[in-house]
Each structure stands twice: as C-alpha cells, then as structure tokens.
C-alpha cells in the first residue's frame, strides 16, 4: 500500500527522469529538394532557382554545397566556381550617356563566380560567367541544417548547362493603318502575324562589332527602301512625336546610323549586355524591350501604314531583323 512518503518519493522520481531527458527542437524533413529538377541554364544568362522546398522544416535552412560533379562524376568544384571576367555596369545608363565614352564610363570588369548558392534556402545562383563553363550535365551533393540537426542531400539537383540559344524576344508588335495625312493612326492589329510578322536571327561575331540591321519587306518579300523615305521614323514628320514614337537610333545613339535601299542599320556597342540599355522614358522602360515605330509608305494602295515593334536582344552579334509586312504590297 501507497504511503504518502511512497507517493512523494515517486512523483520526485518522474520529475527526475524527465528534467534528464534532452529536449527536440524544431523539424527536419527527409524530404528537403528542388521543385525544378533538372535546372536548365543557358551559358552567359544569370538564371536564379527557387529555394528548396523544405516540406515543413524548421526555419532557418543552412545549406552548403559539398560536391559538384559532372556526368562522370568528376570533380568541377574549379570550373563551376571559378571567377570569369564580365562586363557589370557602374551605374544607371540614361540617354544622356549618349557617346561611346560615356557608355563606356558606366562599364566595368568584374570577375564573378559562374555559380553560388544561397546560405539560407539553397536557392541556385548562375551568372553570366557561365558562358566560361562547358556545356553539359552537371549534378552537387549538399549539406543543409537547422537546430534539429543536419542533412546530406546526395545528387540533390542536375544542372544542365546549354548553349545560348534565345538570343531575343519580341515583346509587342502592332500593325496600323492611318489617315490620309499619313498621321493619324485609324485602325490596329496588334500581335497579328497575318499583318505583320518578324524574325529575328543572331549571328556571332567575326569582327568584334555589334549591329541591328531592319529589313521591312511586304507581302511578296519585296523591300521597301529606307534611302528613299519609305521607311520612316515618326521624328521626322514632328518633333514631339519622338516622345511616343521612337526609332531604332535613339535607343543606340553611339554610332551614326546607315539608310540603304533595303535596310537600315544600327551599330551598337559590343558588350555581352541586353538591349536596350537605358530607358528612353517613363513610357518605355529598357525592362519592356526597346519600341519603335516607323511609317511605311510607297505601298500599292498608296496609304501610309505606322508600324511598332517592341523587343529585346541579349548577347552580341549581328541581329537581322525582317518584319513581314503580310497585308500590303510595295508600289
């Protein structure tokens, strides 16, 4: 029979036992990864993952990268993580930094590690340094950790490095007929290949120079000709539209620009940066692609048609850009 004594001696034995016991913090999952697996990265594109989904555990998530391998199971720790030179900018570009001099101060060289991963949530870091790194399959064993305790994540995410292969992007495009006057738009088909369609073709380098080259062709693939004012920019007709109808020049002031009889041409500095640069104004942000617009005239129903074509490029080269005028015919 229970004493009171005995009760008490019992009851400070429990206390005892479990003041011994050590004390879990926090949750670590076994089931810690990447969403995205494979992660493809094109060579020369800064491309960030997402975190790792952490399948409820405790934050913060400590991650290290143990080992990088490629497809043989090679070590690549010094090819993945070697800094390689690239061009940064030092400042904001603005169309005030209208010479080659002044783009140019707004430049540098910093040598900057193809890849890194951040120290809390594991996300993927690739920078445009990659363009040092070989094509291929790549995979990493990690460590990640957090007050529960740590993990090793074998072969936790492949990486597939490729080569550049998008060079651009047309944001917008929109075809327009106009008034008799040539100035007044009346009537707009925006995004419509049937209208207007474009191509944009890269091709490196050979000379160490950059250039857009234009091409307006109609419906028949016959070019209408920029020396003789069958394309033209919008600023030529009135001042304040350069505002809101801007040419290929004012988004690349630092070479002068070239009318031939089928194109125009724009050379632009050779940088591996995305164009446009700057941001023309309020309007048109460098992040939406560089707009312009031109009036297309000399067509078989002699009208006057206003053309716009937003886009992007983003490395260097020659870009031969052909819009395809699909509803009209030159004269």
């Avoid at 002031?253 to 070239?258: K, R, S």
């Amino acid at each position: 029979m229970f004493t009171k004594k005995n009760i008490l001696l019992l009851v400070s034995t429990i206390l005892l036992f479990w003041g011994c016991q050590k004390i879990v913090h926090g949750y670590l999952s076994d089931r810690i990864f990447y969403q995205v697996n494979p992660f493809i990265v094109q060579q020369g594109v800064t491309t960030v993952s997402a975190s790792l989904v952490t399948d409820g555990s405790t934050a913060p998530l400590h991650v290290k990268v143990l080992a990088l391998r490629d497809s043989l199971g090679n070590d690549v720790d010094s090819i993945l993580t070697k800094p390689g030179n690239i061009v940064t900018y030092t400042g904001t570009l603005t169309p005030a930094d209208s010479t080659l001099d002044l783009f140019n101060a707004k430049l540098k060289d910093s040598l900057v590690s193809p890849f890194n991963i951040a120290e809390l949530g594991g996300r993927l870091q690739f920078t445009a340094a990659t363009t040092y790194v070989p094509p291929g399959t790549y995979n990493m064993d990690l460590l990640v950790s957090n007050v529960r305790g740590e993990r090793v994540l074998k072969n936790a995410c492949t990486i597939q490095i490729i080569p550049l292969s998008t060079t651009s992007v047309i944001d917008y495009k929109s075809f327009r007929t106009t008034d008799p006057t040539g100035t007044k738009d009346l009537v707009r088909y925006e995004n419509d290949d049937a209208y207007m369609q474009v191509d944009i073709d890269n091709e490196p380098s050979t000379d160490a120079t950059s250039k857009i080259i234009l091409k307006y062709v109609d419906k028949n693939g016959i070019s209408f000709n920029p020396s003789k004012g069958e394309v033209k920019g919008w600023d030529l007709i009135s001042p304040i539209a350069t505002t809101y109808f801007p040419t290929l020049h004012m988004w690349a002031p630092y070479y002068p620009i070239q009318y031939t009889d089928s194109t125009i041409v724009q050379q632009i500095p050779y940088v591996n940066l995305s164009f446009p640069y700057f941001d023309l104004n309020s309007g048109y942000p460098a992040g939406g692609g560089a707009r312009i617009d031109y009036r297309i005239s000399n067509t078989s129903d002699d009208a006057v048609y206003h053309t716009v074509l937003q886009f992007a490029l983003f490395t260097a080269g020659t870009y031969n850009i052909t819009i395809h005028l699909n509803a009209i015919q030159h004269k």
